[in-house]
């Protein structure tokens, strides 16, 4: 069974569309996250949800909004888009954010292309 | 804020070498670190945690280590294989909510 995973893998859409990635978990971890990875293979935060509260929002445009239903899920929504929110989006978990022993399990990621 | 660097970005051995990874970062106030392997089109893979208070971690060919005070890790591969090719991710978590991740090194083992 896989622990992390996510849906789509890929996405292709138009300029000023709204799309949603959805991200479960089945490791049964209290901490989700967000991460982007850009054109030139950077990886940074953009969420991180604790027990469904949010926790970190690192200056992410308003256009994208995080919704996590229940501890197993976080999904990214993501409105009005644009060419350069091209890049692929990690999910991850983690049993307990804020711990010194805490990894983080990332998904496959999703690629998302803006045209 | 926290950078992260990883050097070299690139590295090509042939197979059976041994090598060593480094990292750098700014604030020595972490939590832990973790080194990542990524395979092209995949997601992350968690290698080795080392947590603030470790020197160093160990699981099969790799042996991670860590100097806070100066803000230094290294990945050390022994007897390197053409499956580790991948690219190699350092990252330091400082408030325990986030990982800050380098660049990467992109390593290849040729036979």
């Known amino acids: 069974d896989t622990a992390v995973s996510q849906t789509p893998k890929y996405l292709v859409t138009q300029m000023g569309n709204d799309k949603s990635i959805k991200c479960e978990q089945n490791?049964?971890?209290?901490?989700m996250y967000w991460y982007k990875q850009d054109s030139k293979k950077f990886l940074k935060i953009m969420f991180s949800?604790?027990?469904?509260?949010?926790?970190i929002n690192e200056t992410v445009p308003n256009r994208f909004s995080p919704k996590s239903p229940d501890k197993a899920h976080l999904n990214l929504h993501i409105n009005s888009l644009e060419l350069g929110d091209s890049a692929v989006y990690f999910c991850?978990?983690?049993?307990?954010?804020?711990?010194?022993?805490?990894?983080?399990?990332f998904g496959p990621g999703t690629r998302l292309t803006v045209l | 804020k926290q950078e992260v660097t990883q050097i070299p970005a690139a590295l090509s051995v042939p197979e059976g070498e041994n090598l060593v990874l480094n990292c750098s970062f700014t604030?020595?106030?972490?939590?832990?670190l973790q080194w990542f392997r990524q395979d092209p089109g995949k997601g992350l893979t968690s290698l080795l945690l080392?947590?603030?208070?470790?020197r160093e971690q160990t699981s099969g060919r790799l042996n991670a280590s860590l100097d806070k005070s100066s803000g230094r890790s290294t990945l050390y591969i022994a007897a390197s294989q053409p499956g580790d090719s991948a690219t190699y991710l350092c990252?330091?978590?400082?408030?325990?909510?986030?990982?800050?991740f380098g660049k990467g090194t992109s390593l290849l083992v040729t036979p």
């Open positions: 991850a978990s983690s049993q307990q954010g804020g711990s010194l022993t805490d990894t983080q399990y």
């Open positions: 490791l049964g971890h209290d901490t």
């Open positions: 949800y604790n027990n469904k509260e949010l926790i």
């Open positions: 604030d020595s106030a972490i939590y832990n």
């Open positions: 080392i947590q603030s208070s470790q």
């Open positions: 990252a330091v978590a400082n408030s325990g909510y986030a990982l800050n």
